[in-house]
């Protein structure tokens, strides 16, 4: 209950100020977290050791791992602005979209349908909101929280500009097939181990759980997938890559197509993770935690 409480604190207070003062309030916020919470700094830690890699030092560690919570509280910044948000400023001021035009409008021609398949990054909901500014309508699944009424007010606050934000489930995968079947854009997370089915896989050169939902659905609507991934650049700016369609492996074996084109996937994001190490947006222990899950399964 603490959770949403501050939630709607938050949002009735910071959500009233000018983006900026907002950002830079919450970058100091993020800093904060960082120094209070030992255990979330430790997940961090490791998470960037695995995406750093071997050479890195512990000073370039622990620095990407600051700006990751830096960029958690900007994201939280952008929810509770959400219903203030300016779409015209946010398409034509604030984003770079690329591959709009090369790859995603020619996917929606075919009529089968889009997924747009990205990572926890940048701002993935305020990306998904300057697709509507292009003219394309769409929907989201979305990570269920806790309790329910927060996961209720946080889609609620995505779904404020005109997109439609479900978590996932039965009801939202439903929604998503109904999408996909009638052409239009369905995006989906393919980073992290939240809900339904998963398989163990590398990312970075080490195995982790992942989530094989998304490629199972493509495999059985015949929706094209087009990896996707959102970075900020300096306070305001954000930037979005829209990907060539994966070409999706279909032998007939489906768990086997499943895994190879998740893999694929993976291969994609992992190049954009290496880059952008420090906004990928995840406070879990996403290595060790997922092996040890999948011993206890």
Known sequence: MWKYVLFVVALHTLGRLPLRPLYRFCACVGDLVYWLFP??????????RHVLG??????????AARRVFRNVAKYY???????RLDLNDLYHRRMNIRGLEENLRPALAQGRGV???????????????????????GMALTEPLRPARLSRLVDGLRSSQGLTFLPVGVTGVKAAMRTLRSGGVVALMGDRDIEGPKALLPLCGYETLVPTGPMELALRTGATVIPAFCYRRGWEGLEVVLEEPLELVR????QEDVLVNTRRFLERFERYLRQEPSQWLVLERVWDAAMKRERRD
Do not use: C, K, Y
């Open 115 to 137: 997924i747009i398949m990205s990572a926890h990054m940048g701002s993935p909901e305020l990306a998904m909101q300057a697709l509507l500014m292009a003219g394309i309508q």
């Open 77 to 83: 910044a952008d929810l509770v602005h959400m219903p």
């Open 39 to 48: 255990r979330l700094r430790r997940n961090v830690w490791d998470n960037m």
């Open 251 to 254: 032998t007939g074996n489906f």
């Open 54 to 63: 071997p050479q890195a030092s512990r000073g370039e560690v622990r620095r």
